[in-house]
Each structure stands twice: as structure tokens, then as C-alpha cells.
């Protein structure tokens, strides 16, 4: 079982800035994905960014190119997701998520495990 722990969110306003934390634990593995989806109340999974196992390779969700940046944490089994120029929008719960391999990063059902989530509020 690999163990994803999300920290960062709150509450901003409008055109201002958060950041989040995940960080992986228990049985991890190589190659892999790591991602970030957010689920707005009465909606579907968003995807939001991922990183692949060299940490070469970003993915972005057309909502928030330009203005959200992923990257791995020096430690390997860690990212962070730097979100700037948030808007009411982007208000939702964000998840972790983590995969082995590199294909179908957008899809949430490609993803094995999940951390519990981080809510991000932005206010007008």
C-alpha cells in the first residue's frame, strides 16, 4: 500500500496564491505518476497537473495552464502543486493521487491511490 498525505490549501482570495504538499509513504514504486485532481461539490473528478517518474515530464489541465506549476520534492516520493492567480473557480477539494507507469495521467481511474484531500477555497 502506498500511504499519499496532502498539506497546503485554505482559504485565499481572489488572484492570490496557495500551495500543497503530498508526500508518499509505505510501499512505493518506480516507475510512477504522481497527480493532482480536484472534485468540486456535485461534480466530477478535475485534473489538475501531473508529474511523471522522471520528473521530466509535466501535465496540465487546459484550466489551469499558465497559472498552476507541479514539480517533485528533492526526497523523490513528493510534490508539490504552486497555484497562482486562483479564482473562485478553483475552489474544490484537491486530491493526490499516485500510479505506477505513465499512461493515461488525466484519467482519475488510471490512479491506484489517494490521499484524503486538502480543501482550497478562493473567495470574490
Known amino acids: 500500500q502506498v500511504q499519499l498525505d496532502e498539506t497546503g490549501g485554505g482559504m485565499v482570495q481572489t488572484g492570490g496564491s496557495l500551495s500543497l504538499s503530498c508526500v508518499a509513504s509505505?510501499?512505493?514504486?518506480?516507475?510512477?505518476?504522481m497527480a493532482w485532481f480536484r472534485r468540486a461539490p456535485g461534480k466530477e473528478y478535475d485534473f489538475v497537473a501531473a508529474?511523471?517518474?522522471?520528473?521530466?515530464?509535466?501535465y496540465y489541465g487546459d484550466s489551469v495552464k499558465g497559472r498552476f506549476t507541479i514539480s517533485r520534492a528533492d526526497a523523490n516520493f513528493a510534490t508539490h502543486l504552486e497555484m497562482n492567480n486562483l479564482s473562485p473557480d478553483d475552489t474544490a477539494v484537491y486530491y493526490c493521487?499516485?500510479?505506477?507507469?505513465?499512461?493515461?495521467?488525466?484519467?482519475?481511474?488510471?490512479?491506484?491511490?489517494w490521499g484524503r484531500g486538502t480543501q482550497v477555497t478562493v473567495s470574490s
Open positions: 509505505g510501499r512505493t514504486f518506480s516507475p510512477y505518476t
Open positions: 493521487a499516485s500510479k505506477s507507469g505513465s499512461g493515461g495521467v488525466a484519467r482519475s481511474t488510471s490512479y491506484e491511490f
Open positions: 508529474i511523471d517518474w522522471s520528473g521530466g515530464r509535466t
